[in-house]
Structures are given as C-alpha cells and as structure tokens.
C-alpha cells in the first residue's frame, strides 16, 4: 500500500518558520504541497519532479522551498516569513506520471496523498 507520512507542522508567529517533511513509501515522478484551509478549498503550494525542476504557486514564491531526496524518497517544505493567511492544513501528494506545468498544479493529477498536517500562524 502507498503511504506518504508527513511530519513538521504546529504553530508559529507571523514572520517565523517551519519545515514540512514527506516522505514515500515508493519513488514519484512528482511530489508536492497542498494547503488547504477551513471553508476553502484544496489549493496547489509547489511541486518538484523527481529531476530537480521545482513549480511555486504565487503565494509561495520567495517564501518556500520545496527539494527532495530521491535516494529516500522524501520532499520537504521550507516555509519562511510566514503569513496569517498560510493557515492551512498542509498535504503532501505524490504522482508517478510526468504532467505537464498546468496540470501538475490541480490537485486531481495526484492519486497518493499523505493525511495532512496543520500549520497555524497566528500572534
């Protein structure tokens, strides 16, 4: 059975940091980052393919940092200057195909996914 078990969420103040950690049972093409908060939506935070290109939603780019271990089979999430707004529960998904930019960005091109994390940014 696939698993991914992820690890690194909890609580921090406005600006402050935290590390999301992945990690798969089997190698992915692509792994990646969902957030997805109370009455919204599942929404797309970044992705990496198992070749190093890595793929940012607006709201990440500048403050994340996705990168991976292929020989572990683990993606982690560096998420600096953290925002109220970044509030979400956090998944980690995981896909063998190779998509293409715009669709590795929708949450159906994904069939593996880890139980989520929270993240909660608040003072």
């Known amino acids: 059975q696939v698993q991914l078990v992820e690890s690194g969420g909890g609580w921090v103040q406005p600006g402050g940091s935290l590390r999301l950690s992945c990690t798969g049972s089997?190698?992915?093409?692509?792994m990646g980052w969902f957030r997805q908060a109370q009455g919204k939506e599942r929404e797309f935070v970044a992705a990496i393919r198992t070749g190093g290109m890595k793929y940012y939603a607006d709201s990440a780019k500048d403050r994340f940092t996705i990168s991976r271990d292929n020989a572990e089979n683990t993606v982690t999430l560096q998420m600096n200057s953290l925002k109220p707004e970044d509030t979400a529960i956090y998944y980690c998904a995981a896909a063998t195909e190779s998509w293409i930019s715009s669709v590795l960005r929708r949450a159906s091109a994904y069939s593996n996914w880890g139980q989520g994390t929270q993240v909660t940014v608040s003072s």
């Open positions: 089997e190698r992915y093409n692509t």
